[in-house]
C-alpha cells in the first residue's frame, strides 16, 4: 500500500459525522496496547463529543447563542482529535500496522501530475469593447498556466494559428482583433513538464 501516515481526517465533516468518528477512534483506542496512554485521554474525548452532541440538540432552534455554542464545541473536537492523531503518529513511529490500529485513516502521498487533459470546454463570448472576445474555458488539473491561441481565417489551417496570451486564472479577454470579424480560439495547459493537448475550438465574431 502506497501510504505515508495518518491523518486526523476533520476537515470539513459534518458534526454527525465528526462525532461518529471521534467515537470509532475511541472504540480503536480502548484498551489498545500500542497505544497505551492518549492524549489527550479518552475521557477527555468522550466528553467533547458527547459535550457536541448536546449542543446540536440545543441548535436545532436556530438561536444566535445555541448555533454559536455548537460550532465551539465542533471546533473543540476536531482539535482534540488532531492532537490524538499526533500522538498516534509520533508513538507508533512510522509502523503502518500499528497506525491502521488507531481508527484514523492513512494519508496517501500526493499523485505527481505528469501529464496534462485539454480544456474539456471552451466558450468565446461577445465583449463590451470593439475588437474583443471574452473566452472562459474548464480548468485542467495541475495547470500552472494557459496559453490562448487565435486563428483569424481557418481553424483547420494548422500553420494559421499563433499565441496570443498566456495567463493563470480561466478567463481572459483577446483585444486588438479586427472588429467585425470571425475569429476562432484554443486553449492548451502549460505544466513544468511540458504542455498538454489544445481545447476544442471555439469561434467567435468580434465587437
Not at 34 to 58: I, K, M, N
Not at 87 to 114: C, H, N, W
Not at 133 to 145: E, H, I, Y
Amino acid at each position: 500500500m502506497n501510504v505515508t501516515c495518518i491523518r486526523a481526517g476533520v476537515k470539513d465533516l459534518p458534526s454527525a459525522a465528526l462525532i461518529a468518528k471521534a467515537r470509532h477512534v475511541e472504540t480503536c483506542l480502548q484498551g489498545n496496547p500500542h497505544f497505551p496512554s492518549p492524549q489527550p485521554g479518552l475521557d477527555t474525548l468522550r466528553h467533547a463529543y458527547l459535550a457536541l452532541e448536546r449542543a446540536v440538540a440545543d441548535a436545532t432552534g436556530r438561536a444566535r447563542a445555541a448555533v454559536a455554542l455548537r460550532w465551539e464545541r465542533h471546533a473543540e473536537l476536531e482539535r482534540l482529535l488532531v492532537q490524538l492523531a499526533k500522538y498516534v503518529m509520533a508513538t507508533a513511529q512510522g509502523d503502518v500496522a500499528k497506525q491502521l490500529t488507531s481508527g484514523f485513516e492513512l494519508r496517501r502521498p500526493p499523485v505527481r501530475i505528469s501529464t496534462l487533459e485539454a480544456p474539456a470546454v471552451l466558450e468565446a463570448k461577445r465583449s463590451e469593447h470593439e475588437g474583443a472576445v471574452k473566452l472562459c474555458w474548464s480548468a485542467v488539473r495541475g495547470a500552472r498556466t494557459y496559453e490562448v491561441y487565435v486563428n483569424h481565417s481557418d481553424p483547420d489551417h494548422e500553420a494559421g494559428w499563433y499565441r496570443i496570451a498566456s495567463c493563470t486564472r480561466i478567463r481572459t479577454e483577446v483585444r486588438h482583433l479586427q472588429p467585425g470579424e470571425v475569429h476562432h480560439f484554443r486553449v492548451r495547459a502549460i505544466l513544468a513538464a511540458g504542455e498538454g493537448p489544445f481545447s476544442p475550438v471555439s469561434s467567435k465574431r468580434a465587437a
